[in-house]
Nanobody, 117 residues
């Protein structure tokens, strides 16, 4: 099993910045993909950004140029630096850890990000 602990959410004004962290522990795998997803009540959970253990990154179009995902493999930790935050970025942000071994996916408990206008 892999446990994920997220931190860094909060309330910020539009244009501000936040940094989310997600630390993985337990039976972690050297080959994995970690990512951030977000969900607004009543809507589906959408991908924000992902990064592989090899360093390949991908972003949702809505956050390109504003958000940066990074990771520290030695610490099994992924970060999401969010700059230029907008009210539409308000959501619960979830960390996801994906591997090639069953059960394949693990999720964090979620952290609330609220951007006021």
């Amino acid at each position: 099993q892999v446990q994920l602990v997220e931190s860094g959410g909060g309330l910020v004004q539009a244009g501000g910045s936040l940094r989310l962290s997600c630390a993985a522990s337990g039976n972690t795998f050297s080959i994995n993909v970690m990512g951030w997803y977000r969900q607004v009540p009543g809507k589906q959970r959408d991908v924000v950004a992902t990064i592989s253990s090899g360093g390949s990154v991908d972003y949702a179009d809505s956050v390109k140029g504003r958000f940066t995902i990074s990771r520290d493999n030695a610490k099994d930790t992924v970060y999401l630096q969010m700059n230029g935050l907008k009210p539409e970025d308000t959501a619960i942000y979830y960390c996801r850890y994906s591997t090639t071994t069953y059960p394949y996916d693990y999720w964090g408990q979620g952290t609330q990000v609220t951007v006021s206008s």
